[in-house]
């Protein structure tokens, strides 16, 4: 009853091709922006800007990359982490080379170091499908985990092995971590994800999407229509790889504030975020903030229940019961909705459209 | 043009000069690259029993070893006399296997590959917490001796120096040759083994033939389960127990891509091939890049190998119909 | 004023016959006159040992329906995956628009004007049925990049209009119940309606249909040919077919060529070939 479209028809293709063609969607996106980029600044704490909003925006764009190559298009990716990798070091190193520039700037840029290694990486994808290609993007992802290490030009010769926050402002007001204060950190990591989500959302919905969805579904029939797989393919590792590189540079620089290699490996990385999307739903923009947020918060969540109930459990044991709770609820979400959380929102709205009849 | 000849000098002159001259050295390193690849092969004999049976790329395996070993060590700390605690074991991976099919399995049995490979993956998460869990996260020894396997070394003069063969190594290796013919004799032989094969094609055609799925998948995770556990007891033999053991599981990968993913033969051959290449390029070109290249170099091999041979060297090739 | 008038051949096309040819029967005649828009001289397939198509030549002609009939396992999927692309004869010349080709790639035969549709539906079953057929117009949408990641100005405009394009179709299919359900959620014969779409959007200048007509019921055939027709007569769109169903083929073709065992066995109009013993032989599996 509330949620209905009855009333809104189009009279143009124009309106029928928008983002959000109805009108209930569109006051709902209106009151969620202005809720995150009013309200939330102004009474969230620095506990839940930095531990829960900016880690979840950061890894939603991560999985928006991934949902990209993997979920849109087909190429399934286990080498994430190293991508996010790149874009860290990437921003490091033009920090640190050009230190008058703005970091928003250098953190944008560094998305394209990334794109470009992920490409030279989705070159096998040309005739590798599949598992094989799964395992040709481990490749890339041990490959960059070691140069991260080993190559002592990309951390600036440190001791550590690590790379250090550098101090940074935006508009005259410290930004980068550890120096900015969470409420601003939030609002740039937002203005950022925001715009560039806006962005795939129109490659998805024009004729890149829709090359990527025939390349997924039936890639023959796609050459046959004269979709070039390569080129199709390529770019896809290109987009997929720019949006983690930028995740990997904001991590570093808006959120941590320093990182090993250890950030952007397999289990931190690169395994997280291929189960944010397939919690949240495969081929589903929605989908990858849902599963970011599950993914994310549930540690949170895990390791504070026992307070809640007055329990005393160790740190250990609550990780256990974490990667125990993560990987039954990747099983039980595959056997109830393969299609992930973004399929329930979707069947919730159903629901909405016909209440209160029950279909 | 000078650096390509110090480049090419470099990277296949030198080793074979200096192979030339310590050839004791380079049978050590083919030595410990057997041995590797010996394991290696056990842990992809295990993907390939599941995959050959059910189709499934059971992403658990790796930590399916460790949790066989892990089980076994937690056992006899308890007190139970050693062969007790293995014949004990061999019921927990059959459990484990009644219970991975009752409860991942048959819920799923029509999805598409994708999604079984996803729900190993969450069952490898599940696996790693269940673990750490019950068994703590330190590293344990195997318990070796108690188990009749020998320690200590063979030192063969060859080649005018030294090579060292670990006893267990052998052992291992030993080990691995009947497991393996075993296996082949079963799935070409028997009647089960057959019908394994069968299934692995078509779920839904087997189901219309008669065969039982249920009991099907039982019998080959408890086979891979029983695999684990050898690998597992061999290779904590050699190194603790720990769960680092499952990041070295993922190089049972590379070892699938060049063996095929259903192939016996082909696991124990890829495994030998990555684990001695991986060990020859770590010892003779790893010093030129800073070394731990192994962490990275078998799969950059497997991916070479990939694009001239993409279902690798035993697998079935794709053919795509439209 | 002779020289004038009278323009040079272009390649392949056929110098009209003279009207004094009367052992000629009338649609040989008018098959003649016209133009020659798709060439097989002597093609011949194998898989290993396996001879799927031996030294069959035949050509379609522009703006005409032409059937390729046979018992199963003649070669005519073969034959048409090999018009597409997909498979490269070991013999034989294949020209088409004139031009000769010997290496051809699925995606350069769209660029060439071949569009096609497949006997198990090879829609992308993720997508909907807007989207299916939107794909079709991929080669005809030209935006970049940039344009497409901001979505204003020209990349609406181009995907407004390719729109239109498509909506034309969807009317003309009668598909617009469904357009944007799920094509992997609707029956058989919907599938194969809008895999049609998909083909038609490519605005082929010739349009393989293998066994359009399968797995349909008499409605939906009659509607298939309905569409076939006038894919035919209204755009002139040039059609080449595979077909089980003999009153299809009868009624629909203009020429037919028969293949058996990977061979032509006849080729000509519908009532020749019906007549024609070998076919009939063929059919009913007599050896010859």
Request: charged letters at 15%; a negative charge; one cysteine or more.
């Amino acid at each position: 009853m509330f949620y209905r479209e009855a009333g809104q028809f189009k009279t143009n293709y124009r309106d029928d091709l928008a983002i959000f063609p109805i009108l209930q969607d569109r006051i709902a996106i209106g009151a969620l922006l202005a809720f995150m980029f009013i309200v939330v600044p102004l009474i969230a704490d620095d506990f839940w800007l930095n531990t829960v909003l900016i880690p979840t925006l950061i890894f939603a764009l991560a999985a928006i990359g991934l949902n990209i190559l993997t979920g849109y298009c087909g190429q399934l990716s286990l080498g994430t982490g190293g991508f996010m990798g790149v874009g860290a070091y990437s921003c490091y190193k033009l920090a640190t080379i050009y230190p008058d520039v703005n970091i928003v700037i250098l953190i944008l840029l560094s998305g394209f170091f990334a794109a470009a290694v992920g490409v030279f990486f989705g070159l096998p994808s040309l005739r590798i499908k599949g598992f094989y290609l799964a395992v040709a993007t481990l490749a890339s992802q041990f490959f960059l985990e070691w140069a991260f290490g080993r190559i002592p030009w990309l951390y600036n010769y440190n001791d550590s092995g690590a790379i250090d926050g550098v101090n940074r402002s935006l508009f005259g007001i410290p930004l980068s971590e550890p120096y900015g204060a969470p409420y601003f950190q939030y609002l740039v990591v937002l203005t950022i994800v925001v715009v560039l989500t806006w962005i795939a959302s129109n490659l998805i919905r024009g004729r890149y999407g829709r090359a990527w969805m025939a390349v997924r579904d039936m890639d023959i029939a796609a050459e046959l229509i004269g979709i070039k797989l390569l080129r199709t393919k390529l770019l896809a590792f290109a987009v997929s790889s720019y949006y983690a590189g930028v995740a990997g540079a904001m991590m570093v620089f808006l959120s941590l504030g320093s990182a090993e290699v250890e950030v952007f490996d397999i289990f931190n990385a690169s395994f997280p975020i291929l189960f944010m999307i397939i919690i949240g739903g495969l081929g589903s923009l929605i989908g990858s903030f849902m599963g970011a947020a599950f993914i994310t918060g549930l540690p949170i969540l895990i390791r504070a229940t026992p307070a809640l109930v007055d329990l005393q459990v160790e740190a250990a044991t609550a990780e256990h019961i974490q990667l125990m709770t993560t990987g039954a609820l990747i099983i039980f979400f595959l056997i109830i909705e393969p299609h992930g959380l973004a399929r329930l929102w979707h069947i919730g709205k159903q629901k909405l459209r016909v209440w209160p009849f029950p279909y | 043009m000078d650096w390509v000849l110090t480049l090419l000098n470099k990277l296949f002159v030198a080793p074979l000069v200096e192979i030339a001259g310590a050839p004791d050295l380079f049978i050590q390193v083919l030595w410990e690259g057997f041995v590797a690849g010996t394991l290696y092969s056990l842990i992809a004999l295990g993907f390939v029993l599941i995959f050959k049976a059910s189709g499934v790329f059971n992403f658990a395996q790796g930590i399916m070893v460790v949790f066989g070993a892990l089980s076994l060590v937690g056992l006899y700390s308890l007190g139970i006399p050693a062969w007790a605690a293995l014949a004990l074991c061999i019921v927990i991976m059959f459990s484990l296997a009644w219970t991975v099919e009752r409860v991942v399995l048959r819920p799923l049995v029509n999805q598409p590959d994708i999604i079984l490979f996803m729900a190993t993956i969450g069952l490898s998460s599940f696996l790693v917490g269940f673990g750490e869990f019950v068994f703590g996260g330190e590293p344990k020894t195997m318990i070796t001796a108690e188990l009749g396997l020998p320690s200590g070394s063979i030192d063969l003069a060859i080649a005018g120096g030294l090579v060292s063969l670990q006893k267990i190594d052998i052992a291992a290796a030993l080990m691995s040759a009947v497991m393996v013919t075993g296996l082949a004799v079963f799935f070409n032989k028997t009647r089960i083994g057959r019908a394994l094969r069968a299934v692995a094609d078509d779920h839904q055609s087997a189901l219309s033939v008669g065969i039982t799925l249920q009991q099907i998948w039982v019998i080959v995770w408890f086979a891979a389960g029983v695999v684990a556990l050898a690998t597992g007891i061999m290779w904590g033999a050699r190194s603790d127990v720990s769960f680092a053991l499952e990041v070295v599981a993922l190089k049972a990968l590379p070892v699938l891509i060049l063996g095929g993913f259903t192939s016996i033969p082909g696991a124990i051959i890829g495994g030998l091939i990555i684990g001695v290449s991986e060990k020859l390029a770590e010892f003779y070109w790893g010093p030129l890049v800073g070394g731990s290249i192994e962490s990275w170099f078998p799969y950059f091999l497997a991916l070479i190998f990939l694009w001239f041979r993409p279902q690798g060297l035993f697998g079935e090739k794709i053919i795509e119909r439209v | 004023m002779q020289d004038q008038l009278q323009a040079p051949p272009a390649a392949g096309m056929r110098p009209a016959a003279s009207a004094s040819d009367a052992s000629l029967s009338g649609a040989a005649q008018a098959a003649q006159q016209a133009e020659t828009l798709l060439e097989l001289d002597h093609v011949s397939l194998s898989f290993g040992g396996v001879k799927a198509i031996r030294d069959v030549s035949f050509d379609v002609n522009k703006g005409e329906i032409r059937a390729i009939i046979g018992p199963n396992g003649a070669g005519k999927t073969s034959m048409l995956n090999v018009i597409n692309g997909f498979y490269h004869p070991q013999e034989g010349t294949i020209t088409f628009k004139g031009r000769a080709r010997q290496d051809m790639r699925p995606d350069i035969a769209a660029g060439q004007g071949i569009a096609r549709t497949f006997q198990n539906v090879a829609l992308f079953k993720g997508m909907s049925t807007l989207d299916n057929i939107m794909v079709g117009r991929s080669l005809k949408m030209k935006r970049g990049l940039i344009w497409q990641m901001l979505r204003i100005g020209p990349a609406e405009e181009e995907e407004i209009r390719h729109r239109l394009a498509v909506e034309h179709i969807i009317d003309f299919l009668e598909i617009q119940h469904i357009r944007k359900t799920a094509v992997g959620q609707l029956p058989y014969g919907l599938q194969k309606r809008v895999e049609l779409g998909r083909a038609l959007a490519m605005e082929p200048d010739l349009l393989l249909l293998d066994e359009p007509m399968a797995g349909m019921n008499l409605e939906e055939k009659e509607d298939m040919s309905r569409f076939i027709l006038t894919v035919n007569d209204s755009f002139g769109m040039t059609i080449a077919l595979i077909e089980h169903d003999m009153g299809v083929v009868m009624d629909l073709s203009d020429r037919v060529v028969v293949l058996d065992h990977g061979k032509k066995i006849a080729d000509g109009t519908p009532d020749e070939v019906g007549a024609n013993q070998h076919v009939i032989d063929a059919y009913l599996g007599v050896a010859h």
